[in-house]
């Protein structure tokens, strides 16, 4: 009964949403499924955020729920050490963005499936990812990115890294929120992906060996 923890989720009621969580874990619910409810709710936080009737405590709030959540079921899914195989991911929030959760999901998913990951926080601006590139090498690059001005953050940062001459060296993915088709080619990254698995699975497909 997910259904429950959305709503605990939306009411904002911390101790329920946890415990409801932890519930679903014990009935047996994949971690998978509970994140993806716990997505469900924050879209509906959002629309209530847009129409005036949440304000900015509610998402702090529902963050904060979010993040207690998180870190009780990430750890439980199983992740296939062979993918990555020690393949390496930089992965960092656009500049003038601040959103980080669904970044840290990948980031564990990612080290879950056997990637070595470096992660380069919040709002950085397109020269810290160039300098992290240079600096740790990476095959793949990810950017994350809630807010709309998030697009031309992404956008800047492929520009910052074709001019480095390094976009030859990496595939890019960009997520988060509403990002989609139009913005990957907006941005000229390589890909999108909607959530968390299918990052993986494109970093696991881009450097698959032999
Ligand atoms: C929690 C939250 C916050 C928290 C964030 C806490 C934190 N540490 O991240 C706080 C309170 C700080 C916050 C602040 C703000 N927020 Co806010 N926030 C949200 C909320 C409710 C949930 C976001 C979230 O964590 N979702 C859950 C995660 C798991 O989902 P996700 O990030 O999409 O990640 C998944 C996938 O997308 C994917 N993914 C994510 N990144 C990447 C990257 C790669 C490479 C890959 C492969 C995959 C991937 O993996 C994840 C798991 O599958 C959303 C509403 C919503 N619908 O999302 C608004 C929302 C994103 N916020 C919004 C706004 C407006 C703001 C503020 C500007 C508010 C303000 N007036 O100050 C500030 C922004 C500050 C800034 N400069 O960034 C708007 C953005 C509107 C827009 N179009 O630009 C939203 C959409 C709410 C709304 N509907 O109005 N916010």
Redesign the pocket.
Known sequence: MTDLLVQALVEMKEAEALQRAKQLLGEGVAPLEI?ES??RA??I???R??KGVYF?PH??M??EM?KQISGVITPLIQGQKTGGKGVKVL?GTVE????????N??VFLLEANGFEVRDIGINQKPAKFVEAIKGFQPEVV???G????AFDSMKKTVEAIEEAGLRKKVRI??????VTEKIKDYTRADAY?A??M??VRLAKEWTKRG
């Open positions: 994140l716990c997505s924050m879209e936080v959002g629309q955020f847009e900015l998402l702090m529902a963050g979010l992965i003038g963005d601040i959103h980080d959760i669904g970044k999901i990948v990810g950017m994350s809630l807010l709309t001005l993915v960009i997520g988060g929120g509403v992906a959530d968390a299918a990052g």
